[in-house]
């Protein structure tokens, strides 16, 4: 969540008006007096080098780039203490300031500060330069070995300037305690910066705590602040207790409470910093997952953070939105951030959505010389310290995913994440039976669950599966697409199998850009059960048919409605339908061919099975008729969905998930255009190159003219940095003109 401005402390973000010189060619591009007029100006989060959505090369964006920042400090900073704060840099950042070097940070994954006080002129002219190594480094996780993923660079994600007091709070871990008890408690500890100082105020601080639902405060806490009492870190403690009774943090009703930290000098506050936490118990136990003492099975998918065309470079929304997608559309209940901590937005929107998240190290099979294992080490601390309030977090990965055991390393790792935090569990993903079990959740890729050996290990939970062993899109045949679904449902069904298996995550959410080791012949894995753009493949439909009909019927076809795509030709033949509903009528044409119940005998434990027809036949070269399928609960007709028999394309779309964007230079949404039958049922071979013409405040994201891929596709719009009106047309080749309107709504502007 931003932080808030309030006591002594100010956060001016500075994302606008970068330069951007590109490849470092010269060695004195940091240095205040190098002439940067002819570098580009842009807006973060930023991308080293704009791709296509495939068929690059990795050595495309992996260079050294130079970023320059000039700024004028806003007044009144002079006395006070200001640093730099980097969301994320990828992957490694040297920062100078006023032509003096402040340091590397090594790691794209996780922020970093620097102090500016002692070059910073309060009142005048500054230079913040930053040298960008997006190359692949041995020497900083994840790599040294091969990784299944791309990294991209730049500075992908947000940067401010932040001016504290001497003394200030540096973090703050709000742990609530005993959640489902009346003993309920928040311990909080602060972690102050500067109570050693010279210039540190001479009387007793104060130290007060809140707890805080919207205006109303619930409760609060204060201590007094003496330098020895606090640990060599600045960690002072304080507990909100008596409570009363508070809303839990769950699935269906994630309630968010805010904790507010304020550090006062007499009655003055000079430091105050806000944060969001929830209140909710989740184990894994030897029985299962429990959340808030209920059994919850878990299903969900991993989620890599890339998007085409920028890499990790894309702003709040559409960060979000990925969570959006795998909660609502997906009706996911967790997601793994393969491989790394991803993005804050992202987290926050798992908090406010109730996705439960499992968090983990960068990695991928590789550990490293001792050096790299300190950094590993580094980004566990990081990674927890940054995140340690997200309620939607519950398990923590310390472990290189599919690495060999290193008992040395990961008894570090997994007690660094106990130490710093004893409210979570730790897993960490392996991909073998016999591995060392140090951490408390036996998290494990298990790629062949049909010999699942999970009673053997207690809180066995399934960290992957499909993926690679089925690689699947739009345009694949009709038995290709419909095995992926199967694939899916069939693994969840046998996590379904004993309550004791808590549960499992599909590999993947999103098809992902990847090296030319891996993935298809253009270098992606097509392994998500949406495309790379986040546009459904039938296989989720078989996620989003497992929530509770309340919540929504689904009702997805897994099968294109043609005679001659299966081998043999036909039609589909034998047809997969993912439905919550509990009796499906099929007609082709108005001939009632099948009344169908899920199929339970195949996939007895799920809580929605697939549906499967065989009577989905016709005779090929014969007239081939329209598709009706008819959705009944409780025998009550509750869903209808038409497949077109002719073949045809009929319908363009242009859709954008936001009708409103901040003219901030960087907030983005995404255009999703798709070609369709008749009845708006996908056309998984439609081609067509869709001509975009943009006028107003924004500018494309994505390839123009688009080429469909499986018949969608995508580009994202960015709005200026001023307000009006984006009017985007899409023009397909055949079938007309979509126009697409975003309001842009003016952007507060930068105070430097
Ligand atoms: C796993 C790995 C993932 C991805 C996946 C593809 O082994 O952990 O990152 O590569 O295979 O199925």
Partial sequence: ?????????????????????????????????????????????????????????????????????????????????????????????????????????????????????DHLDPDGENLLAVEVDSTERDDIPPFGGRID?????????EV???????????????KPVD??????????????????????????????????????VLATARRTVAAEDAGADGALDLTLADLGDVALWDLDSPRLYEVVVRLLDGEAAIDEYATRIG??????????????????????????????????????????????????????????????????????????????????????QHIGDAGWQDLALRDVEAMIRRDWNHPAIVLWGVRINESRDDRDFYARTNALARVLDDSRQTGGVRNFFDSELLEDVFTINDFNPAELRAPNHPRYFNTEFVGHMFPTKHGDNVERVQEHVLRHATVHDQLGLDDRYAGGLGWCAFDYNTHADFGSG?????????????????????????????????????????????????????????????????????????????????????????FVSDKLVGLWGQPWRDLRIEGYLDGELVAERRLAADGVDRGFYATPDDAELIGDGSDATRVVLRVTDAFDNPRPFATGAIALALEGPGEIVGDNPFALVGGVGAVWVRARERPGLIRLRATHPVLGTQTVEIAVRPAPPEAC
């Fill in 1 to 117: 969540m931003e932080e808030r401005q309030a006591g002594g402390r100010e956060v001016f973000p500075i994302n606008r008006n970068w330069l951007y010189g590109g490849e470092l060619l010269v060695e004195d591009a940091t240095a205040p007096e190098f002439d940067d007029s002819a570098f580009a100006r842009v807006t973060l989060p930023h991308t080293n080098r704009l791709l296509p959505w495939h068929g690059f090369d990795d050595k495309d964006y992996q260079f050294v780039s130079i970023y320059r920042r000039h700024f004028t400090p806003p007044p009144g900073l002079r006395g006070r203490r200001v640093f730099v704060d980097f969301a994320g840099v990828m992957t490694a950042a040297t920062v100078w300031l006023n032509g003096a070097r402040l340091g590397e940070h090594r790691g794209g994954y996780t922020p970093f500060s620097f102090e500016l006080t």
């Fill in 149 to 157: 993923y791309l990294t991209f660079g730049g500075i992908y994600r």
């Fill in 160 to 174: 401010a300037l932040r001016a504290v007091a001497p003394v200030f709070i540096a973090n703050v871990f709000a």
């Fill in 179 to 216: 959640a489902l008890a009346d003993s309920r408690r928040v311990e909080v500890r602060a972690f102050l910066d500067g109570l050693r100082r010279a210039d540190a105020p001479q009387g007793p601080l104060t130290l007060e705590a809140e707890l805080r639902d919207g205006g109303r």
């Fill in 279 to 364: 209140f909710r118990e989740a184990r894994f136990t030897p029985e299962g997952f429990f959340l808030n003492g209920r059994r919850v099975k878990l299903r969900g998918l991993n989620r890599h953070q890339t998007f085409p065309f920028v890499g990790g470079a894309m702003p709040a929304r559409p960060q979000r939105r990925d969570a959006l997608i795998l909660k609502e559309e997906l009706a996911c209940n967790m997601v793994r951030t393969s491989h790394y901590p991803q993005s804050p937005h992202f987290l926050d929107a798992c908090d406010e959505l109730g996705l439960l998240v499992f968090e983990e190290i960068p990695g991928w």
């Fill in 522 to 610: 253009d270098r992606v894995c097509y392994h998500g059960v949406c495309d790379i753009f986040r546009i459904a493949k039938p296989a989720a439909g078989f996620y989003a048919s497992q929530r509770d009909p309340a919540a929504g019927i689904v009702l997805e076809p897994a099968f294109g409605w043609a005679l001659g795509d299966r081998s043999g030709g036909g039609g589909p033949g034998v047809g997969v339908i993912c439905s919550n509903c509990d009796r499906l009528k099929l007609y082709i044409g108005d001939e009632l061919v099948d009344e169908i119940a899920p199929d339970r005998e195949r996939f007895g434990h799920l809580p929605y099975p697939p």
